[in-house]
């Protein structure tokens, strides 16, 4: 909290206003450990659970939703090489990631493959000790800015377990990336495509067995689904603060509208919806630590709840503010366009409901 009153919330809306990539806070977040939060004690991280994740972020984003989100990818990659590289990868990655020197980004995602994600069609092709990777990742954040690229590409026939993990380098020559994306919200932090033409990768920096990378990449996403929960948790109880602040100052009828029944009955609400949510995520984030057999579904469920709830909290605090909400003088209308898109990220919330709805009827 404190890190995120000195380092972030002070210049949150210059970073929106501006499209500015805060790397030097990144640098300063890495010193703390946040660029490690879930990596092993013995590769240098700080080895905490992930409710301990969830906390972190949940604080973070109480300054600045889109900057506390960009933490959780950078620790899903960081994670994911920890949990599944081999020894030598570790070595030369983990280091510079752990501290932040260097920052990472996750490629899953492509131009016609989202919700399904399996079906993607990058390619990498074993050609002696090198694999060549061809394809396109789509709405990758950090892309072009970013040092170290975790790229899920084709190896293989079969649709899930034809999926390959790799580190890629950004200046591996045929990597290149698009134009930075003109978005409604997350402004700090950049998101473009990464293109592979005919890029050629070492094998040892293959992320475990081959065709063992879309069960790698599905692992990184309970986390990830639990964070970006957590990040529209904070960001929403950002916003009822501000409205309960708003309301006990803001006149009208020759009162406060704090004063008013409406007010109080849609701030109780707000609250106890946003409780809710948090209990269900700091559950689910419970579960996935422990490694429970229902810790996918939880996490699908505290992801659906927390960011749909986190969405609805936002929209009734900038109603409260009325027309001032509105505008760009008052933090909420960036936490209503920051936290909009956590219902599509890290598995949209129809894939949520798609994930609780098959596990239960199993």
């Not at 490690?36 to 969830?54: N, T």
């Not at 570790?90 to 399904?116: F, N, Q």
């Not at 072009?144 to 026939?157: F, K, P, S």
């Not at 909400?325 to 219902?343: A, M, N, Q, S, T």
């Amino acid at each position: 909290r404190k890190f995120t009153a000195d380092r972030i919330t002070p210049f949150a809306a210059e970073w929106d206003e501006k499209h500015h990539y805060p790397v030097d806070v990144w640098k300063a977040a890495g010193e703390l450990g946040f660029g490690a939060i879930y990596v092993s004690e013995d590769s240098g991280g700080i080895g905490l659970g992930r409710l301990d994740a969830a906390l972190i972020m949940e604080a973070m984003s109480y300054g600045c939703p889109a900057t506390s989100a960009y933490i959780s990818i950078h620790n899903m990659g960081a994670w994911m090489i920890d949990t599944f590289a081999d020894q030598q990868l570790k070595d030369r990655y983990l280091p510079e990631l752990v501290t932040m020197e260097k920052i990472a980004s996750y490629c899953l995602t492509e131009p016609g493959s989202g919700s399904d994600a399996a079906a993607l069609k990058t390619t990498a092709r074993l050609d002696g000790d090198h694999y060549v990777l061809n394809g396109t990742k789509q709405f990758i954040s950090g892309g072009g800015y970013n040092d170290v690229y975790l790229v899920m590409a084709r190896t293989g026939e079969h649709k899930s377990r034809g999926i390959s993990c790799f580190v890629v380098d950004k200046d591996t020559a045929g990597v290149s990336f698009g134009a930075p994306e003109k978005k409604l919200g997350w402004n700090s932090s950049p998101t473009a495509q990464v293109i592979f033409e005919d890029a050629r990768v070492p094998v040892e920096n293959r992320v475990g067995a081959e065709g063992d990378g879309f069960k790698f990449a599905m692992a990184g996403l309970d986390g990830g689904r639990l964070n970006i929960g957590a990040c529209s948790l904070g960001g929403a109880q950002r916003c009822l603060d501000e409205a309960v602040l708003y309301a006990k100052d803001r006149r009208q009828f020759d009162q406060a509208i704090a004063e008013f029944q409406n007010t109080q009955f849609r701030l109780a609400d707000m609250a106890a919806e946003l409780e809710a949510a948090r209990a269900l995520l700091y559950l689910a984030a419970a579960k996935v630590t422990a490694g429970a057999a229902d810790k996918t579904r939880f996490s699908a469920m505290a992801k659906l709840v927390a960011t749909d709830t986190g969405s609805s909290v936002v929209d009734r605090a900038l109603q409260i503010f009325g027309g001032y909400g509105y505008l760009k003088d008052y933090p909420i209308e960036r936490f209503w366009r920051d936290l909009r898109v956590h219902r599509i990220l890290e598995g949209t919330n129809e894939v949520m409901r798609m994930i609780v709805g098959r596990d239960l009827l199993k």
